[in-house]
């Protein structure tokens, strides 16, 4: 099973501080930005910055300056099943978020990753 980096999310205080930070200091690339959502281009991934206190933030998981990896798979269900198999925490079961579906899982050290299907 191939899984890819989609992107990373990284919470945030400060949105614009953030975006220019990334932008202009760093020179990543601007792929586009809102108030709740800002990609920069990693080239086959993004940098994506998230307010920290947006709703539905959790504040154990989405602190400022904390960050979750987002992979993509080709079968979401396969992937989920086998998480379950191997007794991987599972943060949420796959589920629609914005058109995509979705899980949430957690490594051993409580840091939470997204997974979604190709």
Known sequence: MKI???YVVVHVADMQRA???WRD???LALRFASPHWTELDLGNAALALHPADAPGSKPDHDA???CRP???VDDLDAFHARME???VTVLEAPTLVFGSRVARYAD???MPFAVGQI
Do not use: I, L, Y
């Open 4 to 6: 890819q980096v989609r």
């Open 19 to 21: 975006t220019t930070f």
């Open 25 to 27: 200091q760093v020179g």
């Open 64 to 66: 400022p300056g904390t």
């Open 70 to 72: 987002g992979f993509a």
């Open 85 to 87: 198999t191997n007794g």
């Open 108 to 110: 051993p050290d409580g």
